[in-house]
């Protein structure tokens, strides 16, 4: 016989996952609902633009979504727009450990932003094969991509690419064990969150700054920064 608590645990957790499925039904009907009155290019575009609201709803129907954004900008030769449905893809797979998955969609990504002209895309995808190779603790194929995307976001003035570069590189000098180098990095950060006014990016920022500090010792300094 099963003991009562384990059987209430057993049924807790039926009923929880019944829910969550129930919710991801429900996301793929209102998703799928909204598209049915678009043509192609405004549902590419919509999957792109809502791709990681969906994908905090639902993995697999942002996966799904996103398969179907890329036939559609394949289909109708949308080269910009195959190229941001690639990346989105590549974050989702990366998201879900499928990371040589995640790895072949940003290289293609990459090339075709290149094609269609658009450095801030190049920069985006540089940068997320960084977090792919930092993830891999290859951390000098990682830093060789972050001065990539930088330089190039550098140099159209994209100050959330050049934030959310920074972001990785602080963190990758961290697992190098080079604080110091960590904390200017980050502090260069903190300058440019600032002038966005990202709160959320903020307090991430603080929080590695603060990692950073305790790592060094520095107990009250860390204090300051959380």
Known sequence: MIPARLFYVLVFLGLFASVCEL???EAQDSVY???AGMDDKEQAEYINDHFFAIHSRSAALAIELGEKALVLAEKNQWTRLEAQTR???GVAHYLEGNYPQALLYYQTALDLFELAGDPSGQGQALKEMA???KKLQRYDKALEHLEQAIAICTE???THCIAAA???KGVVYIEQGRLGEAEAIFQ?????QLRLGDEKALSYTWANLAEVAIAQGNFKQAEAFL
């Open 166 to 168: 920074l972001d990785i």
């Open 156 to 158: 159209v003035r994209d």
């Open 188 to 192: 260069q950060e903190l300058a440019l």
């Open 87 to 89: 990346k989105n893809l």
């Open 23 to 25: 919710r991801g039904q």
């Open 33 to 35: 609902a909204v598209l």
């Open 131 to 133: 977090n792919y190779f």
